[in-house]
């Protein structure tokens, strides 16, 4: 047998996708205690815990971890300070950059001050952030007082101006509403409005990718031609076995998604939060052996590059500064 080299090389880009986990601020849940419920049975804290458990566990080292709206519950200080308490210590040991963004259950001001360490303003929050050549852009859909979504006219006008000059590896949108249709009809009273608007500006970009959030279930689509991923929630998530037209909220199914990005493609997969009794065990030494006994390698050419992209003054974020 001759040695060959795998189809596709190791990803050049690791980030980790979660998305409304809808924090309440209170104590730290114990056994007695599980802090703030939600529907007076979930604990939005322990579940984003076990998510982080269950992904630290994992020994991924993504470059960023994205969040894509509703981190709060009532846009409190004490939760967006919770979650710092929670997120801050995995994404240090991981070297990793968080990417935070907006959703319609979130408060402007107290998401400024809280996790960007801003002043309190309600301008819309919309972001660019460089990962060793790829870039992310995330959007503020959220209107204030609204659960649906909105995009201004001078937000396009910024999204296209720094659209106008391609990243070496592309770019990533991430937002809370996504430009999507949803299988649950009533998701259309909270939808992103004017989308066709966004569509024009993203049409022939280098965006490779969308993120959101929102629908509390997992689901891929294409807008303007661009794939796109919505992550479940970490805190609870729609039943979608509920009769067709009904809205049925359930306590599981809780999930992220992994986002590992190639040369050719962006991969989105979707990690369940919940343990299941483990059937078969291989591990990373013995796959190892058995990719070296098929003689089987992988091109590490794109992982050098990655790694030789940083600058060595790397770009700080960029914001924008006209607000709504």
Same mark, same amino acid.
């Given at each position: ?18 998305s409304?986990?809808?924090?309440l601020a %209170?104590?730290?849940?114990?056994v007695?205690?599980? %802090?703030?419920? @939600?529907?007076n049975r979930?604990? &939005?804290?322990?579940r984003l815990?076990?998510?982080v ?7 991924? /080292? ?5 969040f894509?709206g509703d ?10 300070s919770?979650?710092r ?8 040991r991981?070297g ?5 963004? &907006?959703g #319609?259950r979130?408060?402007r001001a107290?998401f ?6 801003q002043?309190?303003?309600d301008?819309?929050?919309d *972001?660019?952030?460089?990962?060793? %050549?790829l ?6 859909t959220?209107?204030? %007082?609204?659960f ?7 937000? @396009?006008?910024?999204l296209?101006?720094e659209l ?14 996504p ?17 066709? /608007?966004?569509?024009?500006? @993203? ?12 629908l ?9 031609g661009? &794939? ?8 609870f ?6 009769p067709?037209?009904?809205q049925?909220?359930?306590d ?13 493609t962006?991969?989105?997969t979707?990690?369940?939060v ?17 990719l #070296?006994?098929?003689?089987? *390698?992988?091109? #590490?050419?794109a992982i050098a ?11 700080a ?6 607000g709504?």
């Amino acid at each position: 047998m001759s040695p060959r080299t795998a189809e596709h090389s190791r990803p050049n880009h690791t980030l980790l996708h979660v998305s409304d986990t809808r924090l309440l601020a %209170g104590t730290v849940p114990t056994v007695k205690d599980a %802090g703030p419920l @939600l529907f007076n049975r979930v604990s &939005p804290e322990a579940r984003l815990r076990r998510a982080v458990d269950r992904f630290e566990s994992s020994g991924i /080292a993504p470059q960023a971890i994205v969040f894509t709206g509703d981190i709060s519950e009532l846009g409190e200080a004490g939760s967006y300070s919770l979650l710092r308490t929670i997120i801050d210590p995995i994404a240090e040991r991981l070297g990793a950059t968080v990417i935070w963004v &907006p959703g #319609e259950r979130d408060s402007r001001a107290a998401f400024r001050v809280e996790l960007l360490g801003q002043l309190p303003s309600d301008d819309s929050i919309d *972001r660019v952030t460089f990962l060793d %050549g790829l870039r992310v852009i995330t959007l503020d859909t959220s209107v204030p %007082g609204s659960f649906y979504g909105h995009v201004e006219p001078e937000q @396009l006008d910024w999204l296209a101006e720094e659209l106008s000059a391609p990243a070496p590896y592309g770019t990533i949108l991430a937002m809370h509403h996504p430009p999507i249709p949803s299988v649950i009809e009533l998701d259309a009273s909270v939808e992103l409005r004017n989308q066709s /608007a966004l569509a024009c500006v @993203l049409s022939g970009s280098d965006v490779r990718t969308i993120l959101a959030g929102h629908l509390h279930y997992s689901c891929t689509a294409t807008f303007a031609g661009i &794939p796109v991923s919505v992550a479940s929630a970490t805190c609870f998530t729609q039943d979608l076995t509920a009769p067709a037209g009904a809205q049925r909220l359930v306590d599981g199914a809780q999930s992220y998604n992994l986002v590992t990005v190639f040369d050719d493609t962006v991969m989105h997969t979707v990690v369940p939060v919940t343990e299941s009794p483990v059937l078969s065990h291989v591990s990373a030494e013995e796959a190892r052996r058995l990719l #070296e006994l098929e003689e089987v *390698r992988f091109d #590490e050419s794109a992982i050098a590059v990655s790694r030789n992209a940083e600058r060595t003054e790397r770009p700080a974020p960029v914001w924008r500064v006209t607000g709504r």
